[in-house]
């Protein structure tokens, strides 16, 4: 998690890192600090909190043209100025920032402990800024490497010395590391929004990749040493798609952007013919033929995509998936060889977890297929093939639109698949494509009627247990609310099968709990029927979910919100909206910080 910015150049670095730390705050946000070089010491400033308070910390006339910072999520130690970043040497000469993890930290602080150095933190990048000290002889970039050598784990990491103002020394390992290209100045950051005020040249340090950067020249070694080149890069969106644009919230934004970006989805994948498009995957028809089996490994909110791929994949393109958490898979000893395609889904492209599950089916022979939004990212330069989503910046916690593309991608992955294996019917193929023409105006359908969820939020808010129910698709649809509604409103709810109902977990309902149905498979719509009237019997409250012109349900309803009819298959990409936007409205009734849900971060590049 965590976010870092560095500036070198001409202008002062203090607002420059300040505003980037706030572009970057959604990475974690429970202490910040800055480091800034000004000429005969590092003027080192920490705060718990928000950058916020940092920013008030801070003296107006505070001048620089070097510095570091960092916004945290808490892995080793608590939340407090000790252990906010930068993290310093004895005599604060040297400055460290860091994201990721140092996983030998215990052994390197009882030998450095050993050679008289005290620590005063509880984190693992303390470590890092006492090593770096220890083999400082007047040269960082010597330091920083020999330090390297010693090092194991995930880390991006920002260096700067008192003693050599004119140098920043970053260094990439499985977390993410971009670095902004300007005139007479440069830049390193966890990710591109920090720095897009300023340029949009960017280029991605690959694994193990040390970048020195002055005002004028980035220099890149790779982890033998060797001088290299990155390619230079060119940001097609601007600060505007990553700003509120009037919006209280960054996650109501972006669930209201989901009509134009699944509709980019389309515009893109799918050409006037009809036939699907997919620029960065080259599977022929043997290639797909030779498949015997496909992992789909994701976390969090696209693991539940997976799901939903899962069912589209085998109903399209008759291939058997498994879909496997990113954390335990990497551990199963899975089994893979040649004829095995892994599609490794992640908004950010740097999900650890997920990178790592990637590198080891790679080792084993696996074709790797992701979908990922994030140009350049890690899964992404380390895949065979890409699918990106294109989804534009997401800056919400909570992941939405991110989501709904990564479904479509899978329905067009499956019916891709499909056509190339012959096994669809072309009138069918035809039928689902035209369907999938009109999602974008039925997610609008449903977004224009926002205020019929609004005021079941505001009657439901105070309710601190709620359950999800779901038959077929419906299920994977309900795992994906409840986890929405428990990021941001910090309710517990819990989402089963329907059909699990009476094997135990309707013992848990009494009067008054609300249990939100979703019911928009025609094919099981009768069973959810009987399903909901177990909850009646129970005393429950039912917010139901089906599809226009099904309103049979209403009468065993307290609540009712309708989608536009689509064919079933189909139907996540619309049902998940109003439980969104229900999510949504109950966070904000219960006066919570939306797009910043606590113990939470965008990018998790941890374990």
Known sequence: MCGIIGYIGEKNAVPVIIDGLKKLE??????????????????????????????????????????????????????????????????????VIHNGIIENYTELKKWLEGEGIKFISETDTEVVAHLVSYYY???????????????????????????EPDKIVAVRKDSPLVIGLGKEENFIASDVPAILKHTKNVLYLDNDDMAILTKNEVKIFNGNGDRVERDIETIEWDMEAAEKGGYPHFTIKEINEQPEGIQKVIDRRINDDGKIVLDGINLSKD???????????????????????????????????????????????????????????????????????????????????????????SIARESDDVFYTWAGPEIGVASTKAFTTQMLTFYLIALFMADKLEVIEKEKYDSIIKEIKKIPND???????????????????????????????????????????????YINSQAIAAGELKHGTIALIEEGTLVVAIATQDKLYEKMLSNIKEV????????????EGNNEINDISDYRLSIPNTID??????????????????????????????????SVTVE
């Not at 359950?467 to 077929?472: D, K, L, P, T, V």
């Not at 009646?536 to 599809?547: N, V, Y």
């Open 287 to 377: 290639d797909i033929e030779k498949i015997s089996r496909i992992y789909i490994v994701a976390c969090g909110t696209s693991y539940h995509a997976g799901l939903v791929g899962k069912y589209v994949i085998e109903k399209f393109a008759k291939l058997p998936v498994q879909v496997e958490i990113g954390s335990e898979f990497r551990y199963k000893d899975p089994l893979i060889d040649d004829k095995t395609l892994i599609i490794t889904v992640s908004q950010s492209g740097e999900t650890l977890d997920t990178l790592q599950s990637l590198r080891i089916a790679k080792e084993q022979g696996a074709r790797i297929m992701s979908i990922v939004n994030v140009v350049g990212s």
């Open 137 to 163: 002889n007047g040269d960082l970039v010597k330091a920083v490497t020999e330090s390297l050598k010693r090092l194991r784990g995930a880390y991006a990491l920002g260096v700067v010395a008192k003693d």
């Open 536 to 547: 009646k019997a129970r005393k429950g409250s039912i917010l139901s979910i089906a599809k």
């Open 26 to 95: 959604y990475r974690g946000y429970d202490s910040a600090g800055i480091a800034i070089n000004i000429g005969n010491e590092l003027k080192i400033e920490k705060k718990q909190g928000r950058i916020i308070n940092l920013e008030k910390s801070l003296d107006n006339d505070l001048y620089a043209n070097v510095g570091i910072g960092h916004t945290r999520w808490a892995t080793h130690g608590e939340p407090s100025e000790i252990n906010a970043h930068p993290h310093y040497n004895i005599d604060k000469s040297i400055a």
């Open 569 to 602: 298959i189909l139907t996540p990409l619309l049902s998940i909206v109003p439980m969104q936007l229900f999510a949504y409205y109950v966070s904000v009734a219960r006066g919570n910080d939306v797009d910043m849900p606590r113990n939470l971060a965008k």
């Open 443 to 489: 997610i609008q359908t449903i977004l224009d009627n926002y205020k019929d969820i609004q005021k079941i939020a505001d009657e439901q808010f105070n309710n601190e247990k709620i359950f999800f129910i779901g038959r077929g698709l419906d299920v994977e649809i309900s795992y994906e609310a409840s986890l929405k509604l428990k990021e941001i409103s």
